[in-house]
């Protein structure tokens, strides 16, 4: 036990200028828990790393790629880069989230967006190897991509439940964690990157992994023990103002307009609200999940469901999207989105979900695209509205039959 005086301790937070040649260095403040076993997983990763010395790999991840993913992959690149290997950080879907969008920007976060047209000319053959973070490839368009041209699956780390069996050369999927960045950090502790508060990099990734690890453990309030270790050792590297920037990243005006339809549409029956918000573009789809964010925070609602169409213009491609929020422990988003909307003549669910969250997507087949008139373009949002209510309100309330005027 390391005895430390009450002067010490404090330190750290006196508002008293420190002086720099006795101040301690922030990493010997005290030394922080690790267990054996993850020591040991972060050797086994070295050992792998140092195989596959002067590779290049891709590192996918999902196709809307959160803070947690995006910020585990940066520090895994920053951990590879030591043995000469080169990684490219991809994504197929979008940015939609202003968070996430400021994240990238001001932490200068190196991912980019591989489009599954623009992945398919590229030669993939120039990689050794992929990285699956935060994700098992499931979630991701550019799987069938990179395995159809046989690049094997070097590394996986996720904390969601196992997938698919992949054979990877290293895999640490670990459930019960609330976040793939208390992995990765526990990895940068057991010092398979030194970090360095000189380092602006060093002090940038440390911060997107503080920022992943609070979004998803609801702002630490879902966190466990080893989800707080983790933060406790990012403490000492991060920036709380880049933070604070990245979460005051403002809402643009037509996410503001999303968000206010939705309060004028919503419907509320039996602790659901439900809402319909019209169109919307490609570029503010994830105005749907702040929507519903928003709407769960009313008084006698435990659950908010909110959907629209989401008109791509370059594209001409027309999708009714939706996500659903519950405060609601015992329902399972899951299993109550394939409830509602069933799945297609291929045996595709239109929506799921993991916990307290879900979402949906439905192709409006030979009605997508093209709206002539205004006139159209109501009759046509207004079939959808009263279809998906219609599906929605059998489940909330199935004896009342409100919609279903058959
Ligand atoms: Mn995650």
């Excluded at 792998?48 to 959160?66: T, Y």
């Excluded at 939609?96 to 980019?112: C, D, F, W």
């Amino acid at each position: 036990m390391v005895n430390k005086s009450v002067g010490e301790s404090n330190d750290r937070q006196s508002p008293v200028p420190i002086d720099e040649e006795t101040a301690t260095p922030p990493a010997q403040v005290a030394q922080l828990w690790l267990s054996p076993e993850i020591s040991e997983k972060a050797k086994q990763l070295q050992q792998v790393l140092e195989r596959h010395r002067g590779d290049r790999q891709l590192v996918v991840l999902q196709d809307f790629p959160d803070p947690d993913a995006m910020s585990c992959a940066w520090a895994y690149k920053l951990i590879a880069a030591q043995y000469d290997i080169e990684c490219e950080i991809i994504y197929a879907g979008a940015l939609s989230h202003q968070e996430n969008i400021a994240l990238v920007k001001l932490a200068g976060l190196p991912v980019q967006r591989w489009p599954v047209d623009i992945a398919k000319t590229k030669d993939l053959s120039e990689y050794h190897g992929c990285v699956l973070i935060d994700n098992q490839g499931t979630t991701s368009q550019l799987t069938t991509l990179v395995k159809a041209s046989e690049i094997p699956i070097v590394v996986i780390i996720d904390h969601h439940s196992l997938q698919e069996e992949l054979n990877a050369e290293f895999a640490d999927i670990r459930p019960h964690i609330r976040a793939t960045a208390t992995i990765l950090s526990q990895y940068l502790q057991a010092n398979l990157l030194t970090l360095d508060t000189n380092n602006t990099d060093h002090v940038k990734c440390a911060t997107a992994l503080m920022h992943g690890l609070r979004a998803d453990t609801a702002q630490l309030r879902q966190a466990q023990e080893e989800d707080f270790l983790a933060a406790a050792f990012l403490s000492r590297y991060y920036d709380p103002q880049l933070i604070t920037s990245v979460l005051q990243a403002s809402r643009s005006k037509r996410v503001m307009d999303v968000i206010e339809r939705s309060l004028k549409n919503r419907i509320v029956q039996n602790s659901f609200c439900i809402a319909g918000v019209g169109y919307l573009r490609y570029d503010d789809r994830d105005a749907i999940p702040q929507a519903a964010d928003f709407l769960v925070t009313e008084e006698n609602v435990h659950t908010a469901v909110v959907y629209g169409i989401v008109h791509d213009e370059d594209e001409d491609i027309e999708l009714v999207t939706g996500s659903l929020r519950t405060n609601k422990l015992t329902l399972d988003p899951d299993e109550f989105l394939k409830e509602a909307f069933g799945q297609d003549s291929h045996g595709r669910f239109f929506g799921g979900g993991r916990s307290q969250a879900g979402g949906f997507e439905i192709p409006m087949g030979f009605l997508s695209g093209t709206n002539e008139s205004k006139e159209y373009a109501k009759m046509k949002w207004e079939v959808f509205d009263i279809q998906i209510k219609q599906k929605l309100l059998k489940l909330v309330s199935p004896k009342d039959d409100i919609m279903t005027a058959d």
